[in-house]
């Protein structure tokens, strides 16, 4: 049986952050799958489509990587792609809180769900996808945070003035 795991976000948009946990997760499991989370109650700023497309072109011919998306509890998620493990990424002590709750609350919803927690390399810990939206707002060069296809993709949702 193939190890598989699942990796979970918004990923509003892909960093390469993310990109570096797709990278050091393939390593660990022979699959992964990437599913961004359709929050409709969560504007986003790249639709889900957006998003989905931005994952399948940086990540590129990788045939261990599927990018899906799911809009229900994550553990209803797991269930139903009948994988029982999430990883997720550590950034600093401040995610460590929230993704202690998270992992708990999943455990509690499932007995079966396992999360599994990669901690960032001191390349990407201060790359979230929230600050990498602000800064290519005012129009800030967000080159080496994020791959060039989210560049450009930042670049045309904020075209210069
Ligand atoms: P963000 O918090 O950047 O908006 P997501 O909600 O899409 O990102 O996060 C999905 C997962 O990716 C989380 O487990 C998060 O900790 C991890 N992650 C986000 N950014 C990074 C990064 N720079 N390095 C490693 N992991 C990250």
Redesign the pocket.
Known sequence: MPRLAIY?????PL?N??L??IHRGLKLFDGLVVAVANNVGKKALFSLEERTQLIQEAVGAEPRVEVDHFETLLVDYAKRRKIHTVL????AMS?FEYEFQLANMNAKLDPDFESVFVM?GQD??Y????LVREVASFGGDVTGLVPPNVAEGLRRKFPRR
Not at 88 to 91: P, V, W
Request: neutral net charge; charged residues 20%; glycine residues 18%.
């Open positions: 979970p976000g918004s990923f509003d960093t952050g993310h570096s946990l997720r990424g550590l950034r995610d960032t990407y810990f790359v979230t996808g929230s």
